[in-house]
């Protein structure tokens, strides 16, 4: 009603629906880390009104039911890997607050038949994305969008290796910057696959960091970069198969 849905640090929960939702609904904040969350033939939808949320692990495999919606006003950081069938939602609409996508995304799952019109996977942040060391992996499009800037961060992680990949597009749309690899640790790998690549930066640019490779490539469309002020590609591989 009034208050938050939280977990004790290590101690785990598990909630199973076995053949309907899971619907978590809090005004303030959600907080599902340390707990798995199984929608076996449904969906999954957490819903913080005035506050953030953590989650652990989400699975929702149903290929015509399994929806994960994941919205709250004040940020949204994901801990555990997510599995969906169906469309994934993450949207965080607070515009002081951030989006961290901690984990692994993967609703590619065999057998699933997505339609490139409507994004498979969408994720939209009120201030500023964060990809940490993590694969989204889709049988759809893919619409990665930050009011402010997007960031593929992964801190101190020395060597780390990180993928954006599906059949259908890619769509990276930031307010203000784009900065594919967004730290000063070296031999960071970030890899981009998708039929069509477009990325815009509406008010800043679009560089990476030295010694740090991000490939970028479009199996059957275009790459389209876009920036308001600089485009620095150095140590950077874009290929456009066909396009």
Do not use: C, E, M, W
């Amino acid at each position: 009603g009034t208050g938050s849905y939280s977990g004790l640090q290590n101690n785990l929960t598990s909630l199973t629906a076995s053949s309907g939702n899971i619907a978590i609904t809090a005004a303030t904040d959600i907080n599902t880390n340390n707990q798995t969350l199984t929608a076996t033939s449904g969906a999954i939808t957490l819903s913080a009104s005035g506050g953030s949320i953590t989650s652990g692990t989400l699975s929702a495999p149903s290929a015509s039911t399994g929806k994960i919606t994941l919205t709250a006003s004040a940020g949204i950081t994901t801990n555990g890997p997510i599995t969906s069938g169906d469309a994934l939602s993450i949207a965080n609409i607070g515009s002081s607050s951030d989006i961290f996508i901690n984990i692994t995304i993967n609703n590619d799952l065999s057998g699933n038949n997505f339609t490139l019109g409507p994004r498979s996977v969408s994720i939209h942040s009120g201030r500023d994305l964060f990809l940490r060391p993590t694969s989204i992996l889709s049988n759809g499009t893919i619409g990665l969008i930050a009011a402010d800037n997007f960031y593929s961060d992964f801190q101190d992680s020395f060597g780390a290796i990180s993928q954006i990949q599906t059949p259908g597009n890619v769509l990276i749309q930031a307010g203000a910057s784009i900065a594919p690899i967004h730290s000063y640790y070296d031999n960071q790998t970030l890899s981009i696959a998708g039929a069509d690549l477009s990325l815009t930066a509406g008010t800043g640019s679009y560089s990476g960091l030295q010694n740090n490779l991000t490939s970028l490539t479009a199996s059957s469309g275009n790459i389209a970069i876009t920036a308001a002020t600089d485009i620095n590609t150095n140590n950077q591989t874009l290929t456009a198969t066909s396009g």
